[in-house]
């Protein structure tokens, strides 16, 4: 959808086309415990239910690690622990408030909206901290959409990442006045950019445009494929478009041929799977495979700042 509406972006209207990437800092660190709260009332979430995620979110204390030993205690006044299964729910909750508020604000002003060919107005594109606008240059509309997110700020306790976060407008010349007063809160950019992972472009799919991505599934291939030659003495089978893989949904090799280049899946298809046995979860961080808790422990232990811990585990 984002890809559909940046090829919308240079149509001539009388106030050109804007596109604002956002990008929320410390998202999961930053969660306001009373917003959300209070985010999950107007949504109807039962009082027991929500008692019981005051105290699961609330019963947070750290210790500091001085010269290799544990010292005191201190407790958590915001947040949510990354890593808990229950956090990625509850920050997407917190994130709904987002577009609750920004949907009216487009509705009220009509002149705010996108311009496209189609009848579908569209405002907004949200996953968890990564949100992408859809506005136009009309400097009435950009002041209140600033305003709004000003005030989303101050309620929620999130905070914009300014470094991260830019504008892309294509048309020029651009009032200066307009462009001076984005250019306070974001950077101007060009196309591309990356949202969600992927590329976002005008004009036909380019190779170079998808190398990262390229890159980034053909390591996570290696990965796979180097633990299975280690463990089987034979190793056959690749994916095959014309045949579809047990357990996914209808049309799948139809999709993948609508969203990458034909080069891209020729790529992702040749990384070799196994074919003859049930996936089996490994840890990584183990000799044998096995999850110990002394492995994980060793791994918390030494680093200043962890990584999830999921990424150790492959199947």
Not at 193 to 216: S, V
Not at 288 to 308: C, D, V, Y
Request: glycine letters at 6%.
């Amino acid at each position: 959808m984002a890809q559909e509406m940046i090829h919308h972006l240079d149509l001539r209207y009388k106030n050109s086309n804007m596109v604002i990437k956002l990008d929320m800092s410390k998202a999961y660190d930053r969660v306001n415990w009373n917003f959300l709260i209070t985010v999950m009332q107007k949504m109807g979430f039962p009082p027991r239910f929500l008692t019981l995620i005051k105290h699961a979110v609330q019963n947070c204390w750290f210790s500091i690690l001085v010269n290799g030993e544990a010292t005191g205690f201190f407790k958590s006044t915001q947040g949510l622990r990354q890593g808990d299964p229950i956090s990625p729910a509850l920050l997407f909750i917190a994130a709904e408030a987002f577009s609750k508020g920004l949907n009216p604000l487009f509705n009220e002003n009509p002149d705010m909206y996108y311009q496209t060919k189609c009848e579908v107005k569209l405002s907004h594109l949200s996953y968890a901290d990564d949100i992408i606008l859809f506005t136009n240059c009309k400097e009435a509309g950009l002041n209140k959409l600033m305003q709004f997110l000003r005030k989303f700020e101050d309620l929620s306790r999130q905070q914009i990442n300014h470094a991260k976060s830019a504008f892309i407008q294509e048309r020029k010349p651009i009032s200066l006045l307009i462009e001076s007063r984005i250019s306070l809160v974001f950077s101007m950019k060009a196309l591309p950019i990356t949202y969600l992972g992927a590329p976002l472009y005008k004009g036909n799919k380019r190779k170079i445009l998808y190398e990262n991505l390229i890159d980034k599934t053909q390591a996570s291939g290696k990965e796979f494929v180097q633990f299975e030659k280690k463990h089987k003495k034979t190793y056959s089978g690749v994916w095959e478009l014309g045949q579809p893989l047990s357990g996914t949904i209808g049309g799948f090799q139809k999709k993948l041929q609508q969203a990458l280049p034909t080069h891209m899946i020729e790529l992702i298809t040749e990384i070799p799977i196994n074919i003859d046995q049930s996936d089996i979860l490994h840890w990584k961080l183990s000799k044998n495979g096995a999850l110990t808790i002394k492995s994980t422990w060793n791994e918390i232990r030494s680093h200043q700042q962890p990584q999830h811990l999921y990424r150790s585990l492959c199947v």
